[in-house]
């Protein structure tokens, strides 16, 4: 059975910083993990992913500011964010690309000015 467990969203005023963290288990054989954003009223966009190997691309709006990581002995992506801005408010989503694509149950976070 498939589960995504994400973790770490929460509020926060501009500038401060937060970790998401997504643990996966009944995936085998994966591949690209990533997080994903949907701000209200937006259409969900990409924040960042990692391939297995380790490299790493970020939407040119967090670059410099995000950090995605993982760890595949645990199954686990992270995003250690910093610098916050209020317009990165949005219900972030783990995405794992393995024999399918899987979705974690998102998690709000919100950046006060």
């Known amino acids: 059975q498939v589960h995504l467990v994400e973790s770490g969203g929460g509020l926060v005023q501009a500038g401060g910083s937060l970790r998401l963290s997504c643990a996966a288990s009944?995936?085998?054989?994966?591949?690209?993990m990533g997080w994903y954003r949907q701000a209200s009223g937006k259409q969900r966009e990409l924040v960042a992913s990692?391939?297995?190997?380790?490299?790493?691309a970020y939407a040119d709006s967090v670059k410099g500011r995000f950090t995605i990581s993982r760890d595949n002995a645990k199954n686990a992506v992270y995003l250690q964010m910093n610098s916050l801005k209020p317009e990165d408010t949005a219900v972030y989503y783990c995405?794992?690309?393995?024999?399918?694509?899987?979705w974690g149950q998102g998690t709000q976070v919100t950046v006060s000015s």
């Open positions: 009944g995936i085998f054989n994966i591949n690209t």
């Open positions: 995405n794992i690309k393995g024999p399918y694509d899987y």
């Open positions: 990692i391939t297995r190997e380790g490299s790493d």
